[in-house]
């Protein structure tokens, strides 16, 4: 009886200790009603940048992309901190609008055809390559219209 009594104290302390509506806010985020169907924005984060998608049905992705020292570090295989540098990096589209069966790629020319085939992923993140991982999704919280990074 003892044990029912102190689980049943400690749900409002335990639920004290998410993050209040306000703490939440200043994370970064997205204003997902700013996003029209088949848009993107790209936003700065610490050592990545966030592309965040809405697709033509409404569906929302979000990545995050290493970037350090002004360039974008893709996989060699898989996603960590170092990789393949390249400083043009994200989704085909014209002005902010995404191309029909277009892709996330690196635009540099200095890669061979290995890496051109390879480090291709489509809009909803799963890797066009044969070796080479899905984008990494951050974790988030979506909440109302905003999505929010934790």
Same mark, same amino acid.
């Not at 703490?23 to 985020?29: D, E, K, L, Q, S």
């Given at each position: 009886?003892?044990?029912?009594?102190?689980?049943?104290?400690?749900?409002?302390?335990?639920? @004290?200790?998410?993050?209040?509506?306000?703490?939440?806010?200043?994370?970064?985020?997205?204003? +997902?009603?700013? =996003?029209?169907?088949?848009?993107?924005?790209? #936003? &700065?984060?610490?050592?990545?940048?966030?592309?965040?998608? #809405?697709?033509?049905?409404? +569906?929302?992705?979000? /990545?995050?992309?290493?970037?350090?020292? #002004? #360039?974008?570090?893709?996989?060699?295989?898989?996603?960590?901190?170092?990789?393949?540098? %390249?400083? @043009? /990096?994200?989704?085909?589209?014209?002005?902010?609008? +995404?191309?029909? &069966?277009?892709? /996330?790629? %690196?635009?540099?020319?200095?890669?061979?055809?290995?890496?051109?085939? &390879?480090?291709?992923?489509?809009?909803?993140?799963?890797? =066009?390559?044969?070796?080479?991982?899905?984008?990494?999704?951050?974790?988030?919280?979506?909440?109302?219209?905003? =999505?929010?990074?934790?």
């Amino acid at each position: 009886m003892g044990a029912i009594g102190v689980t049943l104290a400690s749900v409002p302390f335990i639920g @004290s200790l998410a993050p209040s509506r306000e703490a939440r806010a200043t994370r970064p985020g997205v204003d +997902l009603s700013k =996003l029209a169907p088949g848009t993107f924005v790209e #936003k &700065e984060n610490a050592r990545s940048r966030l592309f965040v998608l #809405k697709d033509d049905s409404g +569906l929302v992705y979000i /990545f995050a992309v290493p970037f350090i020292r #002004k #360039k974008y570090w893709l996989p060699d295989i898989r996603w960590a901190p170092w990789g393949i540098p %390249c400083e @043009s /990096f994200g989704p085909d589209n014209e002005n902010g609008i +995404l191309t029909v &069966e277009g892709t /996330f790629h %690196c635009r540099d020319s200095v890669y061979g055809d290995y890496y051109e085939r &390879e480090l291709h992923w489509a809009f909803d993140g799963s890797s =066009l390559g044969v070796r080479t991982e899905n984008m990494p999704v951050p974790k988030h919280e979506v909440d109302g219209d905003w =999505l929010y990074l934790e």
